[in-house]
């Protein structure tokens, strides 16, 4: 099986920066995800990695490291419309490498 | 639409009943995904279909769960004798899908594409 692990939920103030952490088990890793949930509101992508290091895009930077099992998602300069749920997903290429296990997501608050 | 559409939005229904709930993916998508996520969970996954046939149905939970996809694109996830803990929102997912090395199928290294999803509550 996979097992993904994140933290529940944190509160942090706009402007700040925060990192989600995810760690996870699998046998043969193919890929991890980000992706960002409103309440209500269907998931939608942020980003991926397969290579260990960092990819920026804009505000949101992702970081893996595939020896360690870690992945963490850093949010720069909250705003308001960042509270959502952050979920990590793995790939599995012996799950048939064609779909995603979800961690239970981290839920960030952002307060002014 | 552009995106991928659910329907119903929201299904109340009784124990025991049967409930249909409907996927309609971004057009051109040959890859068409259903999870259930129960609050405060992430999404858990129930099928994956390539095309018209199912790839991978190994989270489906039992039998009484069932879907298909007969003309390779609108899928329909059909739930019989539901069951309290049936209770979810049941979301869908398309992607396009590329051919890889050895002619293998893969997800491109992007996203899937969700759906708003179908709150299913069983009382």
């Known amino acids: 099986g996979q097992n993904i692990d994140q933290p529940t939920e944190m509160t942090a103030t706009e402007g700040a920066i925060v990192q989600i952490n995810c760690t996870y088990q699998?046998?043969?890793?193919?890929?991890l995800f980000w992706y960002q949930q409103h309440a209500g509101e269907a998931p939608t992508f942020l980003s991926y990695?397969?290579?260990?290091g960092l990819e920026e895009k804009g505000r949101f930077s992702s970081f893996l490291s595939r020896s360690k099992g870690y992945s963490y998602l850093l949010l720069k300069e909250l705003q308001m419309k960042d509270s959502a749920s952050y979920l990590c997903?793995?790939?599995?290429?012996?799950?048939?490498?064609?779909?995603?296990?979800f961690g239970k997501g981290n839920q960030v608050v952002v307060i002014p | 639409g552009a995106g991928v559409s659910q329907t119903p939005s929201n299904k109340v229904t009784e124990k025991g009943k049967y409930v249909e709930l409907r996927c309609d993916p971004i057009?051109?998508?040959?890859?068409l995904y259903w999870y259930r996520q129960s609050l405060g969970q992430g999404p858990e996954f129930l099928i994956y279909?390539?095309?018209?046939?199912?790839?991978?149905d190994s989270g489906l939970p039992n039998d009484r769960f069932f879907a298909v996809r007969p003309e390779g694109s609108v899928s329909t996830l059909k739930i019989q004798r539901t069951e309290r803990g049936d209770s979810a929102m049941y979301l869908c997912?398309?992607?396009?899908?590329?051919?890889?090395?050895?002619?293998?199928?893969?997800?491109?290294?992007?996203?899937?594409?969700f759906g708003e999803g179908s709150r299913l509550t069983v009382l």
């Open positions: 990695n397969v290579l260990d």
């Open positions: 997903a793995v790939r599995d290429h012996l799950y048939g490498n064609n779909r995603l296990a």
């Open positions: 997912a398309s992607s396009p899908c590329i051919r890889g090395d050895r002619g293998s199928l893969n997800l491109q290294p992007g996203e899937l594409f």
């Open positions: 699998t046998s043969g890793f193919n890929g």
């Open positions: 057009s051109g998508h040959t890859a």
């Open positions: 279909f390539q095309g018209t046939g199912a790839a991978d």
